[in-house]
């Protein structure tokens, strides 16, 4: 009896299917941990849903699925190892995540760890339509393409957009040499492991009368496979 959450999908052509039912056993994991909730689900044309999925049962914290009802994929769990920083653990899957037409996945994460510290517990990650996770940025890791000793000190999940392509365009801050609190804000986009500044708070706006400098706040919207409006 009671109440229960679940989550379904159903399209004109098919009967409702569900990917999960509050209190009924999570595929893949061990026994007696159970649905407990789901968050903000994300659909694609492909019928693929991505969502935050809340444990209960002898589960604690949550994860991130994706998949169909009758094929469902785990991509992050709390208390589950990283895979690719060593001994470092998703410790706070977040409900900031994107997935694009093509099943491309992209979503932030909090870390735990023996080295892990409040200037780098935050990372953000992208999942490829074959099942393949790879690391897009982690707070104090150095920026790829900039000077050395250049580091991300914090990211925005909040942030988080992506095109039909995979392209992934996020918001951040950087520290280090030639960085200050009047242009340490900038934008960036993850292209097949390429990290591009598009933006930086307090240098000239192209196109732009001369001395007119972006500000420190930007809202980003990635539209198709090119456009990036700031």
């Known amino acids: ?9 159903a399209s004109p052509s098919s009967s409702p299917a569900a990917f999960l039912v509050g209190s009924t056993q999570v595929p893949g994991l061990p026994a007696g941990v159970l649905w ?15 969502f935050r999925g809340l444990l209960g049962g002898t589960g604690v914290g949550s ?10 994929s785990l991509v992050a769990l709390d208390g589950n190892p990283t895979g690719l920083i060593p001994g470092v653990n998703f410790a706070g899957v977040a409900n ?8 491309v ?16 517990d935050l990372a953000l990650w992208q999942r490829s339509p074959a099942g393949v996770v790879s690391l897009v940025a982690r707070e104090g890791d150095q920026v790829p393409g900039m000077a050395p000793g250049v580091v991300y000190a914090s990211l925005s999940t909040s942030s988080l957009n992506t ?4 392209r992934l365009v996020f918001n951040a801050s950087l520290s280090g040499p030639g960085f200050t609190s009047t242009n340490d804000a900038v934008v960036l986009s993850h292209d097949s492991g390429v990290i591009t500044l598009l933006a ?16 420190g706040s930007f809202s980003v919207t990635l539209g198709g496979q090119s456009a990036v409006v700031l």
């Open 1 to 9: 009896g009671g109440t229960r959450s679940s989550l379904w999908t």
């Open 36 to 50: 407990s909730d789901a968050n903000i689900p994300h659909i694609n044309a492909g019928g693929s849903l991505a």
């Open 63 to 72: 994860g991130h699925w994706i998949g169909t009802p009758s094929a469902l």
């Open 96 to 103: 900031d995540y994107l997935m694009n037409s093509a099943g």
């Open 105 to 120: 996945f992209v979503f932030g994460t909090s870390l735990a760890g023996p080295s892990v510290t409040g200037s780098n």
């Open 163 to 166: 095109d039909s392509s995979g």
């Open 200 to 215: 930086q708070e307090g240098t000239q706006a192209p196109g732009a009368a001369a001395g007119v400098l972006w500000g």
